[in-house]
């Protein structure tokens, strides 16, 4: 069976402990790769590796190390049926998906980002007839960088390439779960000529060599994107190290929508920002509210909308769902419908494992479940599934509805859909979210800032607020 490797130093290597652990495809159920186990002493060879490499990556222009990126980006594209076969397999997203979103973004990000810092500009502070202060923005050093599995190489990209372009060496892990594309990524590395040391990919459990990332003293900022419990555990670890912290977690987002939207639109953009990715996407819906007038309207076309969609394995042209994750993700989904019915639900359709025909027979497939009749502050309301389950729910004014939407301890995204310009306006400016889309979904500029509030994480992605974080600034003051 093959074994997938770490990538140290310019180098494709195994783990020291000569360990490894299975690596499922989600769609067949079956073990298809080993993926090394690796621990401390791995990142140990990484940091070393990576601190080697500082000092001629962070004083290099940045038109070579741009240049260097963009052939980063250029690999990944020429690479791109690899790649989004891999992302399909590893994850069990239907190839669609991964072809059209999961690769072209992790193209863009490492372009946009080569580009970005030709940009960046840092600050000046003129104090008449005293000085001038100006601001440096110094590269951290090297920086960990640890990523999920719902989104794999595009999330895993999304913090590399800043990090990079910044004049860190990075220390990046990707999710056990689903780490075939960063495995793939070091080898178009090595081809666009990056430096050894420069980028060290590790492979392995979030408890052994997540945690020795987060403790080693020379790994100086942490990127983290995944679930609130663990970013709660890395802030725990890091904070006594002073250590700089980005954390994107979990989410538990609103789809408020007004009788006065544009129906159609809003229902097959819905039905997207619903169970794209198997629901599986930190930005989903899961909490639709609808204004009472078009409630029954929308459930009735909703449903039936949801009931047609064909769940299958990832490489069926027709699959508008694929496999969830893995079989404790799946059952985890599975578990939170029945506790909805216990809480009073009623599935108005889906609810249930998916079986197809071998040799798909084990993998993991739910039908996209909706279920309403639920009061907004029961457990299915307030915790985050992630998976292919919605509620529904209608509401009278605007103030109920902004206090159900704000009613749990998360924070990331928020969906409006209206026609009224000044509701959205009044709406936007009170959801408690780092994100607020009106009349669209996932719509991304990849300059703007990405990130939530309250339990959803600290600090943001995206444009001048990654480049910020991956650099530290240092004030300079002079006399005039
Ligand atoms: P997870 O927290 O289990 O794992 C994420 C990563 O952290 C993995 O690489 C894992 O190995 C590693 N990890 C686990 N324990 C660790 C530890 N103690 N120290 C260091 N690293 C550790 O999350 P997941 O199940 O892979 O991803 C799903 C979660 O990610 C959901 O909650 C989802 O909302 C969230 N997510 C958030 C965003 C966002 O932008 N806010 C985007 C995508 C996913």
Known sequence: MEKIQNFINGAYCPPTNGQYIDNVEPATGQVYCLIPNSDDRDVELAVQAADAAFPAWSAMSIEERGAVMMRVSKGIEARMDEFVAAESRDNGKPVSLAAHVDIPRAVS????????IEHFASESHNMVGE???????????????????NLPLYLFSWKIAPAL???????AKPSEITPYTAYLLGQVCKDAGMPDGVLNILHGLG????????K???????SFTGGTKTGEYIARTAAPMFKKLSLELGGKNPNIIFADCDFDDMLSTTLRSSFAN??????????????????????????????KTVVSFPQDPAARMGALVSKPHMEKVLSYIELAKEEGGTVLTGGERVILPAPYHEGYYVRPTVIEGLAYD???NQEEIFGPVVTIMPFDTEDEVLMMANSTEYGLAATLWTSDLK?????????????????????????TPFGGVKSSGVGREGGWEALRFFTEPKNVFIKY
Not at 134 to 145: A, M, N
Not at 216 to 222: F, M, S
Not at 279 to 305: H, M, N
Not at 426 to 447: F, K, P, Y
């Open 378 to 380: 029961c457990r299915t």
């Open 423 to 447: 509701r959205a306006h009044r709406m936007a400016d009170q959801i408690e979210s780092g994100i607020v889309w009106v009349n669209a979904w996932l719509v991304r500029d990849l300059r």
């Open 207 to 214: 408890g052994s060599v997540g945690d020795a990332m987060v």
């Open 109 to 116: 990000n490492f372009h946009f980002f080569a580009t970005a």
């Open 278 to 307: 198997q629901g599986q996407i930190c930005l989903c819906g899961s909490r639709i509210f609808v204004e009472r007038p078009i409630y029954e309207k929308f459930k009735a076309a909703f449903v039936e909308k949801v009931s």
């Open 165 to 171: 372009a910044a004049g860190n060496c990075v220390v």
């Open 216 to 222: 080693h003293p020379k790994i100086k900022a942490i």
């Open 131 to 149: 000085g001038i202060n100006y601001t440096l923005r110094k590269p951290i050093g090297i920086v960990g960088c640890i990523s999920p599995w």
